[in-house]
T-cell receptor
Framework: AQSVTQLGSHVSVSEGALVLLRCNYS??????LFWYVQYPNQGLQLLLK??????LVKGINGFEAEFKKSETSFHLTKPSAHMSDAAEYFC??????????FGTGTSLTVIP | DAGVIQSPRHEVTEMGQEVTLRCKPI?????LFWYRQTMMRGLELLIY????????DSGMPEDRFSAKMPNASFSTLKIQPSEPRDSAVYFC????????????FGEGSWLTVV
């Protein structure tokens, strides 16, 4: 079975600082990995996804994530945080049966 | 494309009343998912359909919950009778069959049972 673990349910960074949100996955087959963002009072929207092409994936709003098979990780980063990045971030993995497994989410606070 | 469309966006109802949430998936998508999100339990998969057929309903909390998909463009999630602990945001989402495809979420239905 697939699963994801997001380390840190709450992360705070200063505006302009590096954002690092951690995600580790468990998968018995090559995984498809996703990061979603949820802004207050909205649904989840796709930030980026990994589907076995380049290991460094670039997404919207300056975010990127690197697939590291040896570490079973898919951490999300952004070089410089903006106030508008404050949101809930979810890591997810899907399997060949199209089942999605979401992490518990990380709430990002950006301090001015 | 209009995206996944859910209605109502907000509903406040009294305990014991029937609640019906509606969803129109993205045209052409053959997977439809219902999720529930609460502060305590996070994002939970309730049920999902493939080609209008329920595939896995193991996440449905109890018999008070039921979901249907009468055709490819419409699904409902019904709670009868509703209870205060059902208060949550209910999301509908859809995707294509092909593995690795993105799930697209609706804006959610915010349910409050008083």
């Amino acid at each position: 079975a697939q699963s994801v673990t997001q380390l840190g349910s709450h992360v705070s960074v200063s505006e302009g600082a590096l954002v690092l949100l951690r995600c580790n996955y468990s998968s018995s087959v090559p995984p498809y990995l996703f990061w979603y963002v949820q802004y207050p009072n909205q649904g989840l929207q796709l930030l980026l996804k990994y589907t076995s092409a380049a290991t460094l994936v670039k997404g919207i709003n300056g975010f990127e994530a690197e697939f590291k098979k040896s570490e079973t990780s898919f951490h999300l980063t952004k070089p410089s945080a903006h106030m508008s990045d404050a949101a809930e971030y979810f890591c997810a993995v899907s399997d060949p049966g199209n089942q999605f497994y979401f992490g518990t989410g990380t709430s990002l606070t950006v301090i001015p | 494309d209009a995206g996944v469309i859910q209605s109502p966006r907000h509903e406040v109802t009294e305990m014991g009343q029937e609640v019906t949430l509606r969803c129109k998936p993205i045209s052409g998508h053959d997977y439809l998912f219902w999720y529930r999100q609460t502060m305590m339990r996070g994002l939970e998969l309730l049920i999902y359909f493939n080609n209008n057929v329920p595939i896995d309903d193991s996440g449905m909390p109890e018999d008070r919950f039921s979901a249907k998909m009468p055709n490819a463009s419409f699904s409902t999630l019904k709670i009868q009778p509703s209870e205060p602990r059902d208060s949550a945001v209910y999301f509908c989402a859809s995707s294509f069959t092909v593995s690795g495809n993105t799930i697209y979420f609706g804006e959610g239905s915010w349910l409050t049972v008083v």
